[in-house]
Each structure stands twice: as structure tokens, then as C-alpha cells.
């Protein structure tokens, strides 16, 4: 009898929402389920604008062998919202489908990464927590006469007037995020409160080391 393959996990990160003139990087490299051997993957991406035959055009193009696409500025409207789906398939047939919503914003929005984009931080007991936040601004808020919006950015400098906020989402598994301080399940103390509430609005987080649950996995 022939092995058989169970079906991939497929995993796509994207965006909630962009802002103008931004791109829009989708990612499936968190995807598993090849059996030791490469994953194909397929984009899609339903939503307004005059430009989108063009765009599928593009993505049907994309190498099925490259986990990402990045949407070039220009191609989705301000104030559209986006199906963005990826279809991950194995060397057997076996299918997988992952997908998200994502706003295109009407007004220009920095993009942001956390922790150089790592998918997860294990903290060491009795270590301090270090985070630090990266964010770049689009070179133009508007497109230019071609219909394009410049796909260059430039990195906000230490003195850009860019105001950084921590939040956590519920650590009993809840859809709601809150301010870091806010959440009663943490054991910050008066003095863990005055130490994050110096780096709560800067571009690096500093969490003391006893401050938060062992063990809790924290967003």
C-alpha cells in the first residue's frame, strides 16, 4: 500500500491595514506539512480597484516555490479592504488554504515590525525583556501621475516625531488587546509599573525580569 501524505498547514501573515502609497509583503513561510520536501504556493487577492487584472496577472506569474509576495504601492485604492488568501501544496496533491483581511488605508501609516519580524522571543527566567520596535514611512503619500506610488521608504530616525505604544492581546486567549499595564494577570509591583512605564511609549520595550508569568506565552 502507498504512504500517504497528510494534507499542509498553510499559515499566512499579512497585515491588518496599510497605510497610502504602502506595500503589502504576504507571507506563508510558517507554512508546514512537506514531508521534508518544498511546499508550493499559490496568492490570490479579491478587492476593489482598477488595477487588479494587472495584479493577477503578477501574482500568477510568482514563482509557486517563493513563500511571499509583496504587492507594490499603487496597485490597492485607500479605503479598499482585501481578501488575501494562499493556497500551500504539497509534492502528493495535498491542499491547504490560509487567508486574511487587510485594509488599504486613505491616508499614509508607517509600517512596523517587532523584533526584527522574529515570530517569537523566549525569555530565560530571571532575564530582562528587551523589545525593540522598527518603523519606516512611505517616501510619498500620494500617487504620482503614472498611478504609481513610490515604493521606496525611508527608516524613521530616533527623532522622528513617531509615538510607540505597547499593547498585549488577553494572555487567557481573548480577541481583545490592551495596554501592557492594564492586564491584572501580571505581577508588575510598584516598582515593575515605573520601570515600563518609562519605555511604554518608546521605541524599545524593557520589561524587568519577575514581571511576567512563566511559562504564559504573551503577544
Request: glycine share 12%.
Amino acid at each position: 500500500a502507498g504512504v500517504s501524505l497528510p494534507p499542509p498547514t498553510a499559515t499566512l501573515a499579512a497585515p491588518e491595514s496599510v497605510g497610502a502609497c504602502s506595500h503589502v509583503t504576504l507571507d506563508a513561510a510558517a507554512s508546514t506539512g512537506g514531508g521534508g520536501r518544498a511546499l508550493r504556493f499559490a496568492f490570490s487577492i479579491e478587492g476593489p480597484g482598477p488595477r487588479m487584472s494587472e495584479l493577477a496577472g503578477r501574482l500568477a506569474a510568482h514563482p509557486a516555490n517563493v513563500s511571499s509576495f509583496t504587492v507594490p504601492a499603487g496597485y490597492l485604492v485607500g479605503g479598499g479592504v482585501y481578501a488575501v488568501r494562499v493556497r500551500v501544496t504539497t509534492f502528493m496533491g495535498g491542499t491547504s488554504v490560509a487567508s486574511r483581511i487587510t485594509r488599504q488605508l486613505e491616508a499614509p501609516a508607517p509600517t512596523v515590525t517587532v523584533a526584527a519580524g522574529a515570530m517569537a522571543i523566549t525569555v530565560p527566567a530571571g532575564a530582562t525583556l528587551r523589545v525593540r520596535g522598527h518603523a519606516t514611512m512611505p517616501a510619498s503619500s500620494a500617487p504620482g501621475r503614472d498611478g504609481l506610488c513610490s515604493a521606496a521608504a525611508a527608516a524613521a530616525p530616533e527623532g522622528a516625531v513617531l509615538i510607540f505604544r505597547w499593547f498585549v492581546k488577553d494572555v487567557a486567549g481573548g480577541s481583545v488587546t490592551r495596554p501592557l499595564a492594564s492586564l491584572p494577570e501580571l505581577q508588575w509591583g510598584s516598582a515593575g509599573m515605573a520601570a515600563y512605564a518609562v519605555t511604554e511609549m518608546r521605541r524599545e520595550l524593557i520589561i524587568p525580569p519577575g514581571r511576567l508569568l512563566a511559562g504564559v506565552p504573551y503577544t
